[in-house]
């Protein structure tokens, strides 16, 4: 049997947190989910792997040293605006009204630390289904006792 020249290429993820246990623990989670994952720890880091390579999604902390969330997104807006439809807000910061307002701004989905990383995939099926052409993403279980406590940044 003819192997189909179009096999499905695990599709790739940019993690943007500057706490490096966050970024361990959802590396961990998204590549046993099937995802290629890249990390950088702030927005400036981000902005390098995008210039260097497309991603499927990006995942960004909206608080973080050097460049945060609303930088890195606005610079997206303006120069890769395809990628600024592939973004999913993180963040513990739910009582600054300024954030509050950025982040329904940007019409992209958020998701509220501390999270179940059930929800996180959930979340990153729904986004690659609805930003790009239909794909199957096989996400194995993950125990819903298992939750992130992260302090707000």
């Known amino acids: 049997m003819a192997r189909s020249s179009h096999t499905l290429k695990p599709k790739r993820i940019l993690l943007v947190d500057d706490e490096q246990a966050i970024l361990d623990i959802l590396v961990r989670v998204l590549k046993t989910a099937g995802y290629t994952v890249d990390t950088a720890g702030n927005g400036q880091e981000a902005l390098q792997r995008v210039a260097c390579r497309d991603y499927d999604l990006i995942i960004t902390n909206v608080r973080m040293p050097v460049l945060d969330g609303r930088a890195f997104y606005r610079h997206l807006c303006g120069f890769y605006p395809h990628l600024s439809q592939r973004v999913i807000f993180c963040t513990g910061d739910t009582a600054d009204v300024a954030t509050q307002r950025f982040l329904n701004s940007t019409g992209a989905p958020v998701i509220f630390k501390p999270f179940q990383l059930t929800t996180l995939l959930e979340m990153v099926a729904y986004k690659l289904a609805t930003s790009q052409t239909p794909v199957m993403v096989a996400s194995p279980p993950v125990p819903?006792?298992?939750?992130?406590?992260?302090?707000a940044t």
């Open 144 to 151: 819903s006792s298992e939750v992130i406590v992260v302090a």
